[in-house]
């Protein structure tokens, strides 16, 4: 079975900081995918960043960045220059190999940007 | 540029009056999937089509049923909606080549019920 954590319920940052939202994972899968997705207020579900179990460097895309630690289990998202249109929810997600896999979730993070 | 459509975005019911939610894609995806998701809380997957292959979760209620009549289009009804069905429902479909594929979202449709 596969499991994703984010301890972190809610997360303040100021704008153009960077800031770090957390996500720990587990699987006996050797072969999985690594998914971060934004959720706004106004409900859709924004695809951010992917990280495969394999992929020797970290994934980027502007200004997000995965820091995947596999040892650790670990797929911390880094948002760098915040705005304040990064308000949301986000979601860590993972699913294992095989077509049509579920994809699994975390509890998500609420990050709020301030002035 | 909309790849996943949901119609409608919001949906009012009343309670035990069905109802049917909708989504289309642009992407040629094989895999369709529905999601539930209350309020502050991940989402829940109820199915998922693989083409024409329909593959339920085995908690989703049996008042829960999809339609997928072709690769663009599928359909969720809720045959006697209860209060307790008030959710966001989301759409999302991928490839169908693995397990790393991503799955793209619609917007969503807000269902409340009455």
């Known amino acids: 079975a596969q499991k994703i954590t984010q301890t972190q319920p809610g997360m303040f940052v100021q704008e153009k900081e960077a800031v770090t939202l957390d996500c720990t994972y587990d699987?006996?899968?050797?072969?999985?995918?690594l998914f971060w997705y934004k959720q706004p207020s106004s409900g859709e579900m924004i695809f951010l960043i992917y990280?495969?179990?394999?992929?020797?460097q970290n994934a980027t895309e502007g200004r997000y960045s995965l820091n995947f630690q596999k040892a650790r289990k670990s797929a911390n998202l880094v948002i760098s220059a915040s705005q304040l249109g990064d308000s949301a929810m986000y979601f860590c997600?993972?699913?294992?190999?095989?077509?049509?896999?579920?994809?699994?979730f975390g509890t998500g993070t609420r990050l709020q940007v301030t002035l | 540029d909309a790849m996943v459509i949901q119609n409608p975005r919001y949906q009012v019911t009343q309670f035990g009056k069905p109802v049917t939610l909708s989504c289309s894609q642009t992407?040629?995806?094989?895999?369709m999937y529905w999601y539930q998701q209350k309020s502050s809380q991940a989402p829940k997957l109820l199915f998922h089509?693989?083409?024409?292959?329909?593959?339920n979760e085995a908690d989703t209620p049996d008042n829960f049923q999809s339609r997928r009549p072709n690769t663009s289009f599928c359909f969720l009804d809720i045959r006697s909606p209860g209060l307790g069905d008030a959710a966001m429902y989301l759409c999302?479909?991928?490839?169908?080549?693995?397990?790393?594929?991503?799955?793209?979202f619609g917007p969503g449709t807000r269902l409340t019920v009455l």
């Open positions: 990280q495969g179990s394999y992929d020797q």
């Open positions: 699987t006996s899968d050797p072969s999985y995918g």
């Open positions: 089509y693989y083409d024409k292959d329909f593959n």
């Open positions: 992407l040629n995806h094989n895999v």
């Open positions: 999302a479909t991928d490839p169908g080549r693995g397990g790393t594929d991503t799955q793209y």
């Open positions: 997600a993972m699913r294992g190999p095989g077509t049509a896999s579920k994809l699994t």
